[in-house]
């Protein structure tokens, strides 16, 4: 199967070569091992299912994120690699990485496309110039709830959006959660968008996202996530947004004081596979990565919003300031952010957009 040399590059500050880096460096591990340790992860579900038959073949997958070690996500692919593993008989092995140790969202994609890659799952927001049906998922507060999102994203409309990215060099298998983005910063508390007049806020590189930020007065700038934690260490950007489990994972809490339980936007992650390395496996063993994406993303899901309510107490009890909105200040963010579904019906497509809308209503009773 594919062999490539690991890049190990990382999401921490570039080390400086001196003893207190050193120091400085045992001390985060030791600081991201006790984060670990305090958010105790939801044990991994058993493997259910039969062996499966393949063609006496082996395999090796390579399978990189962009997110830490103590993500959710990371924790769905010790899973997704243990059901594959077990239930191959070990005739499939799958490495997992993290931290962008293969290269961040776009450069695995293209990776994937190459060949030189077997599986990563990035968030659909940096993926909208090759598919821009996913820009749907970027419109602001599209998602009343988390269970909305699982219906739309296990029903009809997310299994059609996989078929349709099955393409390019790409084979889609399945959703899993990134989950409800919160916004942070170093200046001071946000309750308003009025607060943000001029903020430098990291986006994912995404119009929309760009758009929002925009139209609320911040000043946006698009960067991938590898880059994030450094322009934040050094004042490049005053902000960015991300949910409360990968603030803490990728330690932006440490040099963001400020923080606002927004939830502007649902995330989704997709998985995907190099249709190079799709086409090398037998049929049996294709379905089985299947299902062991649609049982990584269920558990995933379940981790991502068992852990984000308990996450949000740890940052409020490690000191990040953090304002939780009224409803009356959300509505002002979405009445402020109500054009942005006007200037990308046209892009997105309204038909999309009317039946995501509809799968959405919360039920009144
Ligand atoms: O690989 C990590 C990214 O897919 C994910 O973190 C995207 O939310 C994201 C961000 O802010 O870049």
Do not use: C
Request: charged share 25%; glycine share 6%.
């Amino acid at each position: 199967m594919t062999t490539i040399t690991p890049s190990h590059r990382s999401t921490r500050p570039r080390a400086r070569s001196s003893l207190t880096t050193l120091m400085a460096a045992a001390v985060l591990s030791l600081t991201s091992l006790s984060a670990v340790a305090a958010t105790e992860m939801p044990p991994f579900p058993d493997v259910t299912g039969d062996v499966v038959k393949g063609d006496g073949n082996d395999y090796n997958i390579k399978f990189n994120i962009g997110l830490t070690q103590s993500s959710a996500q990371y924790r769905g692919l010790e899973y997704f690699k243990k059901i594959v593993e077990q239930r191959s008989d070990n005739h499939i092995k799958v490495q997992t990485f993290h931290s962008a140790q293969l290269g961040d969202d776009l450069q695995s994609v293209s990776a994937l496309q190459a060949g030189t890659l077997d599986m990563t799952a990035p968030s659909t927001s940096p993926m909208v110039s090759m598919f821009p049906q996913f820009a749907v998922f970027d419109l602001p507060f599209l998602f009343p709830t988390p269970e909305i999102a699982d219906k739309v994203l296990d029903g009809d409309i997310g299994q059609q959006m996989l078929k349709d990215a099955s393409t390019k060099g790409l084979v889609a298998i399945g959703w899993s959660e990134n989950g409800y983005r919160q916004l942070t910063n170093s200046e001071h508390a946000v309750t308003s968008p009025a607060d943000l007049d001029g903020l430098k806020v990291r986006t994912m590189q995404n119009p929309i996202h760009l758009d929002i930020w925009r139209t609320l007065g911040a000043n946006p700038t698009p960067m991938s996530f590898a880059e994030l934690f450094t322009a934040l260490e050094q004042g490049v950007v005053d902000g960015q947004e991300n949910p409360w489990i990968t603030i803490e994972s990728s330690k932006f809490n440490e040099v963001q004081p400020y923080a606002t339980e927004t939830n502007h936007v649902y995330t989704p992650f997709i998985t995907l596979v190099s249709e190079r390395t799709w086409k090398r496996l037998p049929e049996s063993y294709q379905q089985l990565l299947r299902d062991a994406a649609k049982q990584m993303g269920d558990y995933e899901r379940h981790v991502s919003r068992v852990m984000n309510d308990q996450i949000k107490q740890e940052l409020k009890d490690d000191g990040m300031k953090i304002t939780e909105l009224t409803p009356e200040q959300v509505a002002v963010f979405q009445k402020d952010l109500a054009p942005v579904y006007d200037d990308w019906r046209e892009k997105i497509g309204g038909d999309l957009i009317d039946r995501i809308r509809a799968e959405s209503k919360v039920d009144s009773k």
